[in-house]
């Protein structure tokens, strides 16, 4: 699955001021009124004067870092479930609450097309250890009930990430074929 989004900005959301290096960087998905995904990025010190939109998929927060000259913007322009785990579990900090479901669906869906592989629960029994088999690096995630309740309940980030689900086509009136018809009872 891949997002099409736009790289880190190169300025704040909020006051515009271009981003220096080591700035702390709160990137947010948002629902755009268009019902797109768009990406809002702006200085941490900054987001209590942003007005959240109605729906945000997500929040992280990142270290700026200069764009190094000759990146490949094309890539930079796809997020992937990978990498959005990546950047979600980042293992330097405690995952936002917010995200945890989030992040416990795509750790069930990298685990699938085996991307992560599960190797343990933390010794409290709070979270699982996953390891990143191309980095080999390990990720916790908060154990979670993966049940119908949890899919309702993230339905809404479900539909942005992997689309709506397709409405389901109207019953169709069943008409059973008349038998024979009655008359009078044989004698």
Known sequence: MELNL???SACCAVSGREFREGDRVVCYLVREPDGGIGRRDLLEAEETA??????????????????Q?????????????????????DPAGEPNPAN???????????ERKKLIKLRGVTEDGLRQVYEHMPSHQFYEVPVGVLDEGFFRR??????????EPKPKPE???????????????AE
């Open 6 to 8: 736009h790289p880190l």
């Open 154 to 163: 993230i339905q809404e980030h479900l539909g942005v990430l992997v689309g």
């Open 100 to 110: 945890i479901p989030l992040l416990q669906f795509l750790a069930l869906m990298l």
């Open 50 to 67: 942003w007005p959240k939109p109605d729906f945000v998929l997500c929040r992280w927060v990142v270290v700026f870092k200069a764009r």
């Open 69 to 89: 000259a000759g990146a490949n913007p094309e890539r930079a322009l796809k997020i992937t479930a990978e990498n959005l785990f990546l950047t979600l579990a």
């Open 171 to 185: 019953a169709v009136a069943s008409t059973t074929a008349p038998g024979p018809a009655a008359g009078p009872p």
